[in-house]
């Protein structure tokens, strides 16, 4: 049974009670769950009054009190959930839950003046009873637990109407969505001129600062703007809507340039961050941008990612390595080759790449889930071949056969070690290793003469090792199976490459090669069925 107004208003002034006399963080945080689950309610039992008065007492509370980081977070989402509920509710005609910012700018008060000395931002922040930094961090968690809030449908609201959602995600979009997202930028420029400046690199609250900043940015960039609700699959597929309002944001170079700078300044736990955020300001929608526009925001980003491939210290973090992974497949999915190709730098870029990409793969247990996005990158790029009319060169003929050797000869390689350390096979995952083969059969057939004698040349090699291990006297078995895994993993390439054939651009040459590989593996079969028949069964 719902609760009645009065059971609802002694509910809510029994919690904010507790909230207020409790000396125990467990208690606070008891009170703050169950004020949200309160006013989660549908119908909710609280006047539009009611909940107004909870969510100032919320920000008096936070702006008053010492407390731990998870009693922050509950209070934080209370006030988030408060807000996003009653977004449409209005009283003598003013929509008075949406007035979020100007409240959290009490949390975020900042001065910022040009210093003559050295020409950079230095930035002062006025308190009230907290120290600087800290009152500064609980706003900026306000502001992105609300971006956060508004954007998804929460168990709580599975009965709720999905168009009411989304009118509320629509019009926080239009009203307040690039106002939060300026106040990030601006925070984190000041915030990168601090960090710079700071002696102390153990300082956690400025650490904290720069953490919530990044996120609060990353919420910006990752909202859904137009309702796709992409899922986590079709991450390498997805292109940010920006809405035209933006786009002066994304004109100033300084945008861009501010994340790459963060990602060089801070250490990797925040750097990681800073390329999250990049991934999504490269997958912001081609239509922003005109012809020329464009050309000159991907050249930014490509003069980006080269910095970074020469100056490859912080890719040794398995975090930032994903997530520049990920940026690297995105400029791709979100640009033609004929773009690429076009760009001031692109043969030393794509060589760097290259490069990247062969010791990635020989260094195939680390971060093997990244390895996805690096071959996706090449996968396309091959597939665009046919369609480039552009003169300048995209050398893909002269990379692309050490991708293929590099990925081929680095899993034969890594069977021994699989094999005496007794680590996870990776066919235990047949999934990945299928959807890395289907990226590998078109990438394979770019130069197919070469990867073809490559693989002609190792089955060969390792059919004729197999053959004698099963004729010699003692047979040790670990070397059996390490031969057997490694023949394992040829026949799946070959298929892979046979699978990769293009009917419409086939030769006879390749068909050719397509039937030695194919030859092979019928051999292969010829010898392991005789040696079925000399096994007995137990």
Not at 517 to 533: F, G, H, I, P
Request: glycine share 4%.
């Amino acid at each position: 049974m719902p609760a009645t107004p009065r059971e609802g208003r002694c509910k809510s002034l029994s919690n904010g009670h507790v909230l207020t006399l409790g000396q125990s963080a467990y208690a606070q945080l008891l009170a703050a769950t169950t004020l949200t689950k309160l006013v989660s309610r549908s119908p909710c039992s609280l006047s539009i009054q009611q909940r107004l008065d909870i969510r100032n007492y919320v920000l008096n509370y936070l702006a008053s009190k010492k407390l731990p980081p998870f009693v922050v977070q509950a209070l934080v989402l209370l006030y988030a959930r408060i807000t996003k509920l009653g977004w449409f509710e209005s009283e003598k005609d003013d929509y008075v839950f949406r007035n979020i910012i100007p409240q959290i700018k009490s949390f975020i008060q900042i001065e910022v003046s040009l210093s003559p000395k050295n020409n950079c931002y230095m930035t002062y922040i006025a308190v009230k009873q907290q120290g600087p930094v800290e009152y500064c961090v609980i706003g900026v968690q306000l502001l992105s637990q609300i971006t956060c809030e508004i954007n998804q449908t929460t168990g709580s609201e599975a009965s709720r109407s999905i168009t009411k959602q989304r009118k509320i995600a629509n019009s926080f979009r239009d009203s307040h969505l690039f106002e939060i997202f300026n106040i990030s930028h601006d925070l984190l420029k000041i915030a990168l001129q601090a960090w710079k400046r700071r002696s102390n690199y153990n300082d956690e609250t400025q650490t904290s600062l720069v953490n919530n900043l990044l996120r609060l940015s990353l919420n910006c960039l990752s909202f859904d703007f137009i309702g796709t609700s992409p899922d986590e699959s079709s991450d390498d597929l997805s292109t940010v809507q920006i809405p035209t309002s933006w786009r002066p944001a994304f004109m100033d170079e300084n945008t861009l340039q501010l994340f790459f700078d963060l990602y060089h300044s801070l250490p990797p736990s925040l750097a990681s961050l800073a390329l999250s955020c990049l991934v999504q300001i490269a997958s912001v929608r081609r239509s922003l941008f005109s012809n020329t526009e464009r050309a000159k925001f991907l050249l930014q980003l490509v003069t980006g990612v080269k910095f970074i491939l020469d100056h490859p210290q912080g890719l040794s973090d398995p975090s930032c390595y994903h997530e520049f992974c990920r940026l690297l497949a995105r400029l791709k999915s979100n640009y033609q080759l004929s773009e690429l190709v076009k760009v001031e730098g692109y043969p030393q870029t794509i060589e760097l790449i290259t490069n990247f990409t062969v010791t990635s793969l020989q260094m195939w247990s680390f971060a093997p889930n990244s390895i996805h996005y690096l071959l996706s990158l090449w996968q396309r790029m091959v597939a665009s071949v046919p369609y480039v009319k552009s003169s300048e060169p995209h050398l893909l003929e002269r990379f692309t056969p050490k991708i293929t050797e590099a990925y081929i000869t680095s899993r034969l390689e890594s069977v021994s070690v699989v094999v005496r350390d007794g680590l996870e096979d990776p066919f235990d995952d047949i999934g990945m290793v299928q959807q890395q083969l289907d990226q590998l059969s078109t990438i394979a057939r770019c130069e197919y003469e070469v990867t073809c004698k490559l693989i002609v040349n190792l089955f060969d090699q390792t059919a004729q090792a197999y053959q004698e291990l099963l004729t010699s006297q003692v047979v040790p078995k670990r070397e059996i199976d390490i031969q057997e895994g490694m023949l394992t993993w040829l026949v799946y390439i070959i298929g892979a490459a046979i699978g990769g054939r293009v009917f419409l651009n086939s030769t006879d040459e390749h068909d050719a090669m397509d039937g030695e590989l194919a030859c092979r593996v019928l051999q292969l079969m010829n010898l392991t069925d005789s040696r079925l028949s000399n096994v007995s069964c137990c």
